[in-house]
């Protein structure tokens, strides 16, 4: 299957700082990748959808301002928690979907490794 | 608007035992596709299986079976015969077709940790 990677797989910061995190899709290109938060215990919750060449889109009740998110590639997206706090400290993850064949009009949405980020 | 609904929030069986992990979903497209995660305790999620919405056969993957029954929204996942490293949580997600609004979005419901004792 493909392969999605994050890095950091773990971060800490201090309050106030900004957090910047990578994901990397290693053997296939991805115009779109979609960015997901999970609480301890929780489900997964999607935060927004990275386009690249364009601006994200962000699900009600996210802060565009305060996670920025750029496609830089059609093999990276980066989410930049800004101005960080407690509150953000959770788990991040990314995922693109990939072709499930050459000739395929459906795909499967692989993930990252996770991100675990902690705001002292 | 979509909806995953995972009802068990935690089940224990003994190593050996089979057990269904149970998904009812919601939603309003014609053509969607469910799909079954595993996240093991290092976070991950492993994919197991998609479905799409217009092929209700079951499927059978050495010890996971799933059952797809589109009359009740319903997606179950069963293990046979249960192993201590398939303690997890599972996830069971579902997407809209391309031609919809919600195309690749995936809607996760709320998770059921299996855990299985040695």
């Known amino acids: 299957g493909a392969v999605v990677s994050q890095h950091p797989s773990r971060v800490i910061c201090k309050s106030g700082t900004s957090v910047k995190i990578e994901c990397r899709s290693l053997?296939?290109?991805?115009?779109?990748m979609f960015w997901y938060r999970q609480f301890p215990k929780q489900s997964l919750m999607l935060m927004a959808t990275s386009n690249e060449g364009s601006k994200a889109t962000y699900e009600q009740g996210v802060e565009k301002d305060k996670f920025l998110i750029n496609h830089a590639s059609l093999t990276l997206s980066t989410l930049t928690v800004t101005s960080a706090h407690p509150e953000d400290s959770s788990f991040y993850i990314c995922?693109?979907?990939?072709?499930?064949?050459?000739?395929?009009?459906?795909?499967?949405?692989?993930f990252g490794p996770g991100t675990r980020l902690t705001v002292l | 608007a979509q909806k995953v609904t995972q009802a068990q929030t935690e089940i224990s069986v003994v190593e050996k035992e089979d057990v269904t992990l149970d998904c009812v979903y919601e939603?309003?497209?014609?053509?969607?596709?469910l799909f079954w995660y595993k996240q093991p305790p290092s976070g991950e999620l492993v994919f197991l299986i998609r479905?799409?919405?217009?092929?209700?056969q079951n499927e059978i993957s050495g010890r996971y079976s799933w059952n797809f029954q589109k009359s009740t929204s319903s997606f179950n996942f069963t293990i046979t015969a249960s192993q201590v490293v398939d303690s997890a949580v599972y996830f069971c997600a579902l997407s809209g077709g391309l031609s919809s609004g919600s195309a690749r979005q995936l809607t996760f419901g709320s998770g059921t940790q299996l855990t299985v004792l040695p």
């Open positions: 053997d296939f290109q991805a115009t779109t």
């Open positions: 995922s693109a979907p990939a072709l499930d064949s050459l000739i395929s009009s459906t795909d499967t949405q692989y």
């Open positions: 939603t309003r497209d014609t053509t969607y596709y």
């Open positions: 479905r799409n919405s217009f092929d209700e």
